[in-house]
């Protein structure tokens, strides 16, 4: 970020979210969030829902492709 925070999307499990059949098994849908740092990843604030797994009830395993990825943006 301009000001030399980073922002990363994390996948989470929402409390109370039931389990799903998906064709590996029973699963927990999986939800992404941002959070953010502004002291070198030392610690980190929830920033807001990117995707909530309970907005698409069709997907197996909900919208958790791109958790995987640390987003520095200068």
């Known amino acids: 970020m301009p000001d030399g925070s ?3 999307t994390v996948g989470l499990y929402w409390s109370g979210e039931p389990l799903v059949p998906t064709p590996d098994g029973l699963y927990h849908r999986m939800s992404v969030v941002a959070i953010r740092s502004a002291d070198g ?5 929830y920033v807001g829902t990117v995707a909530n797994a309970s907005q698409y009830p069709t997907s197996a395993f909900g919208p958790d492709e791109n958790v995987r990825h640390l987003v520095i943006l200068r």
């Open 41 to 45: 990843a030392s610690s980190w604030q």
């Open 6 to 8: 980073l922002l990363a």
